[in-house]
């Protein structure tokens, strides 16, 4: 069974910084493509970014485009999200996930594993 635990969560100001991390273990991850989402209340879960099993291809939301970073390291198993120009929309619970194969994917039932998630706060 694989597992993904994610942290960096935390309290920050709006214009502020934060950079999450993914730790996999029990499967070969390194072979997937991962992808970050996110989950306001009340709202549904919604994507962020992925990165393709080498880390040669990334993809982003719009609404991130150009503050977030999405990276990974295979050697250690971790993937990791930068998020820059932090807003208070961004708030949410932030979770990591592993496509069920290695090319990009943006659609939560292209994910077969997930993280418990982090929560992050953008406060005004």
């Known amino acids: 069974q694989g597992q993904l635990v994610e942290s960096g969560g935390g309290l920050v100001q709006a214009g502020g910084s934060l950079r999450l991390s993914c730790a996999a273990s029990?499967?070969?991850?390194?072979?997937?493509?991962m992808g970050w989402f996110r989950q306001a209340p009340g709202k549904e879960r919604e994507f962020v970014a992925a990165?393709?099993?080498?880390?040669?291809?990334?993809k982003y939301a719009d609404v991130v485009k150009g503050r977030f970073t999405i990276s990974r390291d295979n050697a250690k198993n971790t993937v990791y999200l930068q998020m820059n120009s932090l807003k208070p929309e961004d708030t949410a619970v932030y979770y990591c996930?592993?496509?069920?194969?290695?090319?990009?994917?943006?659609?939560?039932?292209?994910?077969?594993?997930w993280g418990q998630g982090t929560q992050v706060t953008v406060s005004s």
């Open positions: 996930a592993s496509a069920i194969f290695g090319t990009i994917a943006t659609k939560t039932n292209e994910y077969g594993y």
């Open positions: 990165i393709s099993w080498r880390g040669r291809t990334t």
């Open positions: 029990g499967r070969t991850f390194s072979s997937y493509a």
